[in-house]
C-alpha cells in the first residue's frame, strides 16, 4: 500500500488511492538440456486472499492455481533459419495438487538451440488467439460487475542451453493485474442512531458511477486490447480502448450506520467481495475546457433516504466528480461519507450579539416631537 488521496463529496465522499501492484518479473534462468519436458511455475505477488473460494478482491495464487493460465510460446532458432510462431498455443497450464506442480498436456520439450518467448495471461478461457504476434484483441468489461475478470498477463524469454537438466529449468512466470481495481465504503458524519430524541436512520439505496451528474452518459471503456509483450508499469499495455459505460454498482437496501474510524472492531457498509470493480485503466483526471472539450469524465452518483423518529422519510442524491488517473495494478477505493446535519448558530458574545442594534433612519426624521411650539398639541 504506497499512497492515499482523498475527494470530498457533496454530503462528503472521499476517494482513496491504494497501490496494490505486483512485484517485477522473474526472469529466467539461462540454462537448459536437449530432449528435456518443458515445465512452468506460476506465482502471483501481493495480491489478496479470496474469500471462501469467491471471485473476492481478484485473482489470486488460489485461484490461479484452480482455474489455470493459458501459455503461448515462439521458437526462434540460434541462426534464425527456423522458427515456430505457434509453439505453444494458447496451452492450458493447471496447477496438480497430487503432483504439487504445473502441468499440462500433451508435453513439449526444449529444442537443441536457439530461444522461446513466452506469453501468458490468465484466467485461461479456451479458443484466446493471438493478433499482430502478442495482442489480445478486444477484452471486454462486463457490464453485470459479478462477471468480470481480473486479468493478469506476464512474459518471459529463455535462452536454451544444454547444461541444466530439466528439474532446475522451469519457465517462471510472475503475474500482474492488467486492470484496476474499485471499492467503496460508506460511513455516516456521526451517530445519529443512539439518540433517541433525534434518532435518524440512513439507508443507501443505490450508487451509481457514470459519465455525467444525470447519469445519461457512459464513463468506462467497454474493451481494449492488451499486448502480452509488455512489461510490468509500463506504456503501451493497453490500446484501441473503445465504448463508454456507467454501473450501478450498489443498489438494494443497506442500512447506514455510524463508524468510529478509530474503531477497528466494526466496520463500515462496504463492497461485497463480488462487487469489486475491474475497469480497463482510464484517465479522468483532465479538466474540461473549450480547447480540450473530449476529456473523460466521472461521477459517483448516491441515493440514501433518513428515516426520522416522526415517521417522516427524506431521500437525497447527491453526486461528485472523480479526477483521477486509474493505473494499471492498482486498487482504489472510494471512500463515501453522508449526512450533512443542518445546525444553527447565533454569536451572543460582544455588543449587539446575535440581534441587530436599533438604528435612527438616515433622513434625520428619528424623532417625532409633539406638543413644541412648533406641533402643539391639538385641542
Not at 439518540?195 to 440512513?202: G, L, M, P, S
Not at 468510529?260 to 461485497?272: A, G, H, L, R, Y
Not at 495494478?329 to 460582544?350: H, M, Q, R, S
Request: with cysteine.
Amino acid at each position: 500500500m504506497d499512497k492515499k488521496f482523498f475527494i470530498g463529496i457533496a454530503a462528503m465522499a472521499a476517494l482513496t488511492l491504494v497501490s496494490c501492484s505486483s512485484d517485477d518479473l522473474d526472469s529466467l534462468s539461462d540454462n537448459s538440456s536437449k530432449n528435456e519436458a518443458i515445465s512452468f511455475d506460476g506465482y502471483l505477488g501481493r495480491s489478496t486472499v479470496a474469500v471462501n473460494g469467491s471471485r473476492g478482491g481478484g485473482e489470486t495464487a488460489n485461484t490461479l492455481q484452480t482455474k489455470g493460465f493459458g501459455v503461448f510460446g515462439k521458437y526462434t532458432s540460434t541462426d534464425g533459419q527456423t522458427s515456430d510462431a505457434n509453439f505453444f498455443k494458447n496451452q492450458k497450464v493447471t496447477y496438480s495438487t497430487t503432483e504439487s506442480k504445473w502441468t499440462y498436456s500433451p508435453l513439449k520439450f526444449w529444442p537443441s538451440d536457439g530461444h522461446i518467448d513466452f506469453l501468458a495471461y490468465a484466467p485461461y478461457v479456451n479458443g484466446t488467439e493471438l493478433t499482430d504476434g502478442s495482442k489480445i484483441n478486444n477484452f471486454a468489461v462486463s457490464k453485470v460487475i459479478t462477471d468480470q475478470k481480473d486479468l493478469l498477463w506476464t512474459n518471459a524469454t529463455s535462452q536454451i542451453t544444454a547444461d541444466v537438466t530439466s528439474s532446475k529449468k522451469k519457465v517462471n512466470f510472475q503475474f500482474h493485474h492488467a486492470l484496476s481495481r474499485l471499492g467503496y465504503t460508506v460511513n455516516l458524519t456521526g451517530d445519529y442512531s443512539s439518540n433517541q430524541e433525534n434518532k435518524a436512520t440512513f439507508t443507501l439505496k443505490k450508487i451509481t458511477l457514470a459519465g455525467s451528474p444525470d447519469e445519461t452518459k457512459g464513463a468506462f471503456y467497454t474493451s481494449g486490447t492488451i499486448d502480452l509483450s509488455k512489461q510490468n508499469n509500463k506504456e503501451g499495455l493497453w490500446s484501441n480502448q473503445t465504448g463508454q459505460q456507467k454501473f450501478d454498482w450498489s443498489s438494494g437496501d443497506k442500512l447506514v450506520t455510524y463508524v468510529d474510524p478509530k474503531d477497528q472492531t466494526k466496520k463500515t457498509v462496504s463492497n461485497s467481495p463480488s462487487d469489486y470493480l475491474f475497469v480497463i485503466p482510464q484517465d479522468f483526471s483532465q479538466t474540461k475546457t473549450e480547447e480540450n472539450p473530449n476529456v473523460d469524465e466521472l461521477y459517483v452518483i448516491v441515493e440514501y433516504t433518513i428515516h426520522y423518529q416522526d415517521g417522516k422519510e427524506q431521500t437525497n442524491k447527491v453526486y461528485k466528480q472523480i479526477k483521477r488517473h486509474f493505473l494499471q495494478g492498482k486498487a482504489y477505493n472510494l471512500n463515501l461519507t453522508l449526512g450533512l446535519p443542518i445546525e444553527f448558530d447565533v454569536d451572543v458574545t460582544g455588543v449587539g450579539a446575535g440581534v441587530d442594534g436599533w438604528d435612527a433612519p438616515e433622513d434625520g426624521t428619528g424623532d417625532i416631537n409633539i406638543g413644541s411650539n412648533d406641533n402643539p398639541w391639538d385641542r
